[in-house]
């Protein structure tokens, strides 16, 4: 198969992480025949300085027509001053919302290699950690009304929150859909105790739920929720959630599997055409030096060839080339533990290249 791939590098640690997914692609489609075309664009705090803009045109442009996006990280303390409307996250919320993708999946999945690098406590762990955020992307407070006025002699600011039946029902489809290939099992989660968008959020989620009656729905407050996770992570399976409370509860979920480093994440639409990337920042303390985990933007790599190309066992291959390596006890520093060997962002991808190449 011929694939065009649009490449965002971003900021920070991005380029690093980047390029060893690039290397990965490279021998996957080595190996099966395929052919990977990037068209590499600016976007972000880079874009900023060499466009004045974060998101220019021409990579707008490109994300729209091609097979899919792989993107590192944007952002960094260098661009905290720009003004609100050019930072660079505008640049990744500008392409989530151009290109319609509004269920974001986040797994939470604990490598049993990296039990000891999870914060919680082990008997904990050895319940088991497998679970699946899905993140509604493109509404709610994210993409509201906000501005900041004076009013009686004092800066005030305002951001709204809205959410439409039609932005609710479709993100509950995807989390039902994706619950049947797993356990059958939704945790919705909101704040219906106090807010209106949750309401309707709980209404909505109510009346899927009929369309499926092979799946349990339960409802959950966002608070409990981000206590439950570190309580008792296996009692969930597919939890769904509004834009930001996703963004936050993915941070927590990711992290007690171990390193934020490790985790992938898909973006969708109703078409096949995504953005991937790894779920954590810029880093920009580390950028540059060789010790970022390149683990996260590899298996994005590889959820993309799975969920936008259909290729499943190029997928897989990938997915077990890290295994392997983390079988072999090469970490970087993120996931670090007593007894492992450290490896830079760059001999790390040599590793699980090294395992794609021994199949
Ligand atoms: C994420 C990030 C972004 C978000 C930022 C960079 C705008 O935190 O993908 O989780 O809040 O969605
Ligand atoms: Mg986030």
Redesign the pocket.
């Known amino acids: 198969m011929n694939k065009t791939i649009t490449i965002i590098k971003g900021d920070g640690i991005g380029p690093e992480i980047v390029t060893q997914a690039m290397r990965v692609l490279d021998v996957v489609a080595q190996q099966y025949g395929h052919t990977f075309t990037y068209q590499e664009v600016a976007a972000g705090g880079n874009a900023i300085d060499q466009y004045g803009v974060p998101l220019p045109e021409e990579s707008l442009a490109k994300c729209l027509n091609c097979d899919s996006v792989l993107l590192g990280a944007?952002?960094g303390p260098k661009w905290d001053n720009v003004e609100p409307a050019r930072r660079p996250?505008k640049a990744?919320?500008g392409i989530r919302k151009e290109m319609g993708l509004y269920s974001n999946l986040r797994p939470a999945k604990i490598f049993p290699q990296l039990a000891d690098a999870s914060p919680l406590k082990p008997f904990i762990v050895a319940e088991g950690i497998d679970f699946i955020i899905v993140r509604e992307l493109i509404g709610g407070i994210?993409f509201g009304k906000r501005r900041t006025e004076e009013l009686d002699g004092q800066l005030v600011a305002n951001d709204e929150m809205t959410y439409s039946e039609g932005e609710i029902r479709r993100i509950a489809r995807v989390a039902f859909n994706t619950a049947r290939k797993r356990s059958g099992r939704v945790i919705s989660v909101d704040k219906a105790n106090v807010l209106d968008t949750s309401r309707l959020w709980r209404k909505v989620m109510n009346e899927v739920a009929e369309e499926y009656p092979d799946v349990t729905l339960e409802h959950m407050l966002v608070d409990n929720c981000a206590m439950q996770i570190v309580k008792k992570p296996s009692q969930f399976d597919v939890v769904v959630t509004e834009n930001m409370f996703g963004?936050i509860l993915?941070d927590e979920a990711s992290m007690i599997t171990g390193s934020i480093g490790m985790i992938p994440s898909s973006s969708l639409g109703d078409g096949t055409r995504g953005l991937y990337e790894p779920?954590h920042?810029s880093a920009p303390d580390i950028a540059g030096q060789n010790l970022a985990n390149p683990i996260g933007t590899i298996l994005a790599a590889a959820m993309m060839l799975k969920y936008s190309f259909d290729m499943d066992e190029e997928s897989a291959a990938i997915e077990a080339a890290v295994e392997a390596t983390l079988n072999d006890g090469y970490r970087t520093g993120d996931c670090m533990s007593e007894g492992m060997i450290r490896l830079g962002c760059v001999e790390m991808g040599d590793q699980i290249i090294a395992h794609l190449k021994k199949r």
């Open positions: 944007v952002g996250e990744l919320l994210y963004d993915s779920i920042g």
